[in-house]
């Protein structure tokens, strides 16, 4: 096994997104302050208690698993993207690296990027709301996870993308209104019976709301319920970028 | 092992192809090598040929002949449909671990991240080819060295000139020292100085023991620098022989007379060459080895033609390649 080659693979990969951290880190950050302090401040002064929690209190989780599904996605649809414009993504076709060994460093790399946002998010919130870390390993399984099925995501649109306005579709139309819809700034408990059910058909609802648990005690669905759909999704994921990227969709002839 | 095949022209000698086998001393065999693609396009008939190890050997061809998917499939950019494509006896599929790392490309085309350093885009593929830091950073101080590249080290890819893009190509390639070189087209678009300078560069790589595989457009480069040559034509192998075997299959030589004017019909003794007249110019072509100049110059004389200057030229490899090429 060529460990080396896997762990410069690795090193690149994290070396692109550091180079312009000014682009990769921050925004999310600055992003997730503005609506603390519009949302939080400004409105959610008027919004009584959510679950028995502050409303600023309620919405952090939520925003630090949006920042985390962006920069997940973004680094390796990006990164995957971007090569096969270039073409450098040949330069690791013609190495001896397995397939699987790209999938991990691109995942890694992507990981790592979400994890330090989603890290930083929970820091700068913290001096707005201080919390208690309710339950750790949940709290951790939800950071863990949703970015492994957001690196996918991103590793399997950008295969798939043969220009960049269809690795924005992804995001743009589907992880963007869903993020939104997903229990982000409100309880579904909160909503008529019809959305409330629909609003289970949506995915990320489970991130937020399993992360939400972990981070601050409170839930609109069971969390074994969360934890399963998200290793499912993953899983999924996982399975259609190994297929792809074996059998070379787009990248080899 | 050797076998002819006899191409259907009048003027053509029987070109000798030769047929590769599944040999551990080649450095790379290609045998019965397929390739169609998902829309239907067949690239590759089944292909065969071997390249011994040391030897420097051009694959040629007109756009869309094959040359490029057979590079791809030999370094894995392409799957192959049928057949085997070997590195000193490693399946290209089932071993491409140590297929690959025995083989440095330099494509066609610049495939490198337009905004990282030179002296980052040879370390991390140095590390992709497993070399440890000590190393690659041995070979990169080598290299940039050799090609003079070292002042652009700290040089974003973007920022250098097509010359020294070519180069970091070669250097990339070459970063894990392997025994086999594949150029794709490794001098389009540099200038003549730039062109000499590799011609030197690739010549020493093939004296210290390197296989190299040249595909190009300049049949000037292939003649100047390979040993043996391979013709490619829409998925087949149209010849394959030495350099000088091949230009002998149109030993041909032109004589071409300016006159002071132009004499409307050939004079008697002359008319046995069949010369071609066009205004005031009139063409002999003659076999060397079946017909002396002496001779012709001779019948000339004697025709008192009203000359103004005879010139002569030799049939080149283009001429060969356009002969084979365009049946």
Not at chain 2, 51 to 57: L, P, S, T
């Amino acid at each position: 096994m060529n460990l080396t080659g896997f762990l410069a693979l690795t090193e690149r990969e994290i070396s692109r997104f550091l180079r312009v951290w000014q682009q990769t880190l921050i925004p999310p950050v600055i992003t997730s302050v503005l609506f603390i302090l519009i949302f939080g401040y400004s409105l959610g002064s008027r919004i009584r208690d959510v679950g028995g929690v502050s409303y600023l209190e309620f919405i952090v989780p939520g925003l630090v698993m949006m920042g985390m599904i962006i920069s997940a996605y973004s680094n390796s649809s990006s990164s995957v993207y971007i090569s096969k414009f270039q073409g450098n993504i040949q330069e690791y076709l013609v190495a001896p690296v397995s397939y699987w060994q790209i999938i991990l460093a691109l995942t890694i790399a992507a990981v790592l990027r979400a994890m330090l946002v989603g890290i930083s998010i929970l820091a700068v919130s913290y001096w707005f709301v201080p919390f208690s870390l309710h339950h750790v390993p949940v709290l951790f399984y939800f950071m863990l996870l949703t970015s492994l099925l957001f690196a996918f995501a991103g590793i399997a649109t950008g295969l798939w993308a043969s220009n960049w306005d269809q690795v924005n579709v992804f995001s743009t139309f589907i992880i963007t209104p869903l993020t939104y819809l997903g229990g982000v700034f409100y309880s579904i408990s909160s909503l008529p019976l019809f959305w409330s059910t629909a609003a289970k058909f949506n995915p990320i609802l489970y991130m937020v709301d399993g992360f939400r648990y972990g981070l601050i005690g409170v839930a609109d669905v069971p969390v074994v319920y969360s934890l399963m759909v998200v290793f499912v999704l993953t899983a999924l994921f996982f399975i259609l970028c190994v297929q792809w990227f074996r059998k070379g969709y787009k990248i080899r002839a | 092992m050797k076998a002819t095949a006899d191409l259907d022209h009048e003027d053509t000698p029987k070109l000798s192809i030769e047929k590769g086998e599944k040999n551990m001393t080649d450095a790379i065999t290609i045998h019965q090598l397929t390739k169609t693609y998902l829309s239907g396009t067949v690239a590759l008939k089944g292909i065969t040929f071997s390249i011994k190890a040391g030897e420097f050997f051009a694959l040629l061809g007109p756009n869309g002949a094959g040359k490029t998917t057979a590079i791809n499939i030999i370094t894995g950019l392409a799957n192959k449909t049928g057949g085997d494509a070997l590195l000193f006896g490693k399946d290209v599929v089932k071993d491409y671990r140590e297929a690959r790392a025995l083989v440095g490309l330099v494509p066609q085309e610049f495939n490198v991240d337009q905004f990282e350093k030179v002296s980052k885009v040879l370390y991390f593929n140095g590390g992709y080819f497993g070399l440890s830091r000590p190393e690659r950073f041995n070979r990169i101080g080598r290299l940039l060295k050799d090609l003079s590249l070292e002042e652009k080290r700290d040089t974003k890819f973007r920022e250098l000139s097509g010359g020294m893009k070519r180069k970091l190509l070669i250097a990339r390639a070459l970063i894990h020292d392997p025994p086999i070189l594949i150029l794709d087209e490794p001098t389009a678009g540099v200038d003549v100085e730039t062109r000499r300078f590799l011609w030197d560069y690739f010549r020493q790589l093939n004296r210290q023991g390197k296989t190299i595989l040249l595909t190009t457009h300049y049949i000037e480069e292939a003649e100047e620098l390979c040993q043996r040559i391979a013709v490619i034509n829409k998925g087949e192998i149209v010849a394959l022989d030495k350099k000088q075997n091949l230009l002998a299959l149109l030993e041909r030589e032109t004589m071409t007379l300016h006159l002071k004017r132009k004499i409307g019909r050939i004079p008697k003794q002359l008319q046995k060459y069949h010369p071609q007249e066009q205004d005031a110019i009139i063409t002999i072509e003659y076999n060397p080895q079946k017909e002396e100049a002496q001779e012709i110059l001779d019948a000339i004389q004697a025709a008192k033609l009203p000359l103004l200057k005879i010139e002569t030229s030799r049939t080149t490899l283009e001429d060969v390649f356009l002969h084979l090429t365009k049946k």
